[in-house]
């Protein structure tokens, strides 16, 4: 009598039948098996990754504005004594996409025509781009918010009209050298204006509803125009919109409001960090934790942060020499700015409300931001750049970090002693004191050379 079998499953009708049930093929079988176990794997690491960050991809990127100009001029950069492109090297370490400045001038850097070979040289690299309009002849800043020489006399009804019209003839053409990317910011640091709509500084910047009747409601015009004319040349458009004042997170929600309620789009709200910068005696991640997710409920938009760094030296020159607050446990060493920077992208990674990070220019070197820099002053990669690619598991790092030091000084019983304790601590599960145990057998191990 014929043995019954499932309609459609007999050998050579079923190719599942024959892997799994033919005795004649036990190589089918296996082969069978280790797929489908590689599908479920699969599957379970994109559900994971979306149950972390709410996406699959996390932006993690660099404003790396000087790159291009440097390089030009014969500057290099290097790791672990090879030479190499910088953009190579940053995205080796993990970035996957570089902001890009874009001014309404274009005979300088940041033009749309230096804008272009910057993110020609990110597209050869695999990197995406995400395109910073300044609506400014200048790159802007919280406190600089210029109009552009070609507009500067216009009312806001016109500037608006001139506006859409430049940015949908930018992103075409943009698309013509075949950049491609999705994500944009409309201006810089806009909290107080943008295109020469500006409060200045004798304005009551406290006080929301002067703000938003006498300049949020005209900077939506211009925002809106921004984009109306980008999403004719591209339709799957983008935007962040990016704020400096973390701090003033009421301001920041009455801003967002403002600006939704006539007509803008916000995709994500960007944010200005940097918390070594005088003035922000609170700028620990637990408190920038706080008023990021604040800002994030009650906007009802995720966060970006569009601007952050953080020095590796104590006492440095220029324009930025007071941003010199170290953090607690981050001392202003090249140790603790690439301990800040892995812990702060650990913490961004994880957070539900936080989709991206983009550090300033990493690669700026030889100029006023070489304590922020991520490279020497000889253009060799700081341990920082590690950062990018030791992120997701900083306490395992912190240990081989640890260990790395030791080896590399004189025997150090304090160390060890600290290391061993460490090593304990994560086999108990408790996970940042093994990190800061760790990080102190490091600096011991430092100190100690």
Not at 139 to 168: C, G, H
Not at 345 to 360: A, D, E, P, S, T
């Amino acid at each position: 009598m014929k043995a019954n079998t499932p309609k459609g499953s007999g050998k050579g009708t079923d190719p599942i039948y024959d892997f799994v049930r033919n005795k004649d093929s036990p190589r089918k079988r296996i082969f069978y098996i280790l797929v489908c176990s590689l599908l479920i794997l699969c599957i379970a690491a994109a559900v994971l990754s979306i149950i972390l960050h709410g996406k699959e991809k996390f932006i993690l990127g660099a404003d790396t504005g000087y790159e291009y100009f440097m390089t030009n001029n014969g500057l290099k950069w290097s790791r672990d004594g090879a030479e190499s492109a910088v953009l190579r090297i940053l995205k080796k370490s993990g970035i996957n996409t570089v902001r890009i400045g874009v001014c309404v001038q274009d005979d300088d850097i940041g033009g749309r025509n230096y804008a272009s070979q910057v993110a020609l040289r990110a597209k050869e690299n695999s990197l995406d781009a995400c395109f910073v309009f300044f609506l400014s002849d200048e790159e802007t800043s919280i406190n600089n918010q210029k109009s552009p020489l070609i507009w500067d006399s216009l009312p806001v009804a016109e500037k608006a009209d001139a506006v859409k019209e430049y940015s949908e003839a930018t992103v075409r053409y943009f698309k013509t050298l075949g950049i491609k990317t999705h994500l944009f910011e409309i201006g810089n640091e806009i909290d107080f204006g943008i295109c020469g709509v500006f409060a200045g500084h004798e304005a009551p910047q406290n006080d929301t509803q002067w703000l938003s009747e006498n300049i949020w409601v005209s900077e939506a015009k211009i925002l809106k125009a921004c984009q109306e004319g980008i999403l004719k040349a591209d339709a799957k458009a983008e935007f962040v919109i990016h704020l400096a004042s973390w701090t003033m997170t009421e301001r920041c929600a009455a801003f967002i409001k403002t600006i939704l309620e006539n007509g803008v789009r916000v995709d994500y709200t960007g944010l200005t960090y940097f918390p070594s910068s005088s003035g922000v005696s609170d700028g620990v991640l637990a408190t920038f934790e706080e008023r990021a997710n604040n800002l994030s409920v009650s906007s009802g938009k995720p966060v970006i942060i569009s601007e952050t760094a953080y020095p590796c030296k104590d006492s440095f020159p220029g324009i930025y020499h007071e941003w010199k607050s170290a953090l607690l446990n981050y001392p202003l060493t090249e140790n603790g700015q690439r301990n800040f920077l892995s812990d702060l992208l650990n913490f961004c990674y994880r957070h539900k409300n936080i989709k991206g990070v983009f550090y300033k220019n990493p690669e700026w070197y030889n100029g006023e931001w070489w304590a922020f820099a991520l490279f020497s002053e000889d253009g060799s990669a700081r341990e920082s750049v590690d950062a990018f690619s030791i992120f997701k598991d900083p306490e395992l790092a912190a240990i081989d970090y640890a260990e790395k030091a030791l080896n590399e000084t004189e025997s150090n019983r304090i160390s060890k002693q600290l290391l061993q304790e460490a090593k304990n601590e994560l086999r108990e599960g408790n996970i940042e004191k093994a990190k800061f145990l760790a990080r102190s057998a490091e600096a011991e191990a430092e100190a100690r050379k």
